[in-house]
């Protein structure tokens, strides 16, 4: 999909359903990586039931939600997750379920592979133990490297291998691509968001300038690469890269998480952000279409501070939620800007981080940026 | 027409019967329709109303371009049946 200026400005004013719908299974997860974007490890008791599952599920079919992206946490702690996954089958409402790969044993790989409509995406932050550990936890590497390949062994077909792209493995995306074709699997890069516990590793891990500048010649010249649109604020640098690059957040994108809570996207979980419940009247539909948050993000954009910018089409002012969590204006530059204006720009007094809805085991409090 | 074994055939052929890929599912939105196909897992962007009608329609008519015709005005019919050869690159349509 190119960049298309008419279909861009239409999907500004939002869609009748989301087309990139994060669904956070759970918070419960065996593993702490350092940039974890909902801050997960426990569990929290009042995550929505099976049969509240079962029901969001049902709604999302009856608004012609095509797939949802299921995270958490670590979505296949769930027990009832087969249950879950094939009951989205049966209403065609596919899943992309990303995970850390430590529960992907043989029988389950083989389930999995006789589904239609599930894609999975196996999560490493590093081309090696070394590099992918320092963020994700000691033995995480080996563990997705098995569960890769239990994957391929049961004949999944194309999964993908998701990483988030930091200072440390900004130089292994040749490697990282490597490690894709071993299982012909496909390779998916994801920005660092400072949001969820990324908000204390943000200064030491977002690549540098020059990674950037790097990263965005390595994305042109491997354009099978996936990105979920993430790097939308690199197309300043040039040509646009493949994509809407647009900031999707409460237009096409939005997240709900383990308690049902809607948020305008999986990066900006915070107050300010949150649109509404599934639990309450109404459920999932009507927090899509009527919230007022979700109103205000459908507005066109302004150009603020980038007004006067040369690349303001190209990259729209980059993403909200990686301003927000800088301390940045929302309508001025991204902290990444290509052009080094979020440099420039001044922060306000950066948000003490949501104490989630959830329990907690310590709060995070958000250290100004550097 | 010659169908391959999946029955899908090979090039478009505007004068022959065409269909909504099985595997399509179409979402109508303000500028016309999001089609998604779930064995592709590819989302497509129907941008005007007219195409959406169209792709609704194919399979009451003897051939795509009769589908196309009872949809446009005269002058936009071949730019219609260019749109519908994408479509059927990309799967979302087919022969039936």
Redesign the interface.
Known sequence: ?GA?A??RD?FE?G???P?CLTWELTWACNLACVHCLSSSGRRDPRELSTDEAIALIDDFAAM?V??VNVGGGEPTIRRDFFELLDHAVAR?V?VKFSTNGTRIDRARARRLAAM??V?VQVSIDGANAAVNDAVRGAGSFDAAIAAMRQLADAGFGRFKVSVVVTRANAAQLDELAAIADTFDAQLRLTRLRPSGRGVETWDELRPTAAQNRDLYHWLLDHPDTLTGDSFFHLSALGEPLDGLNLCGAGRVVCLVDPVGDVYACPFAIHDQFYAGSVRAEGGFATVWRDAPLFTELRAPTSAGACASCGSWDACRGGCMAAKFFTGLPLDGPDPDCVHGHGLAATPRAVPLVLQPRHARASAVVASAPA | MTAAPSGVARTFDPDQPARLHPLVALREESFGALAYHYGERRLVFLKTPALVGVLEDLERHESARAAVAAHVEVDQVEDYVRALARLFDSGVIDGR
């Open positions: 999909m298309d008419s279909l239409r004013l869609l009748e359903a087309i012609q095509f797939y065609r596919g239609d409509y894609d």
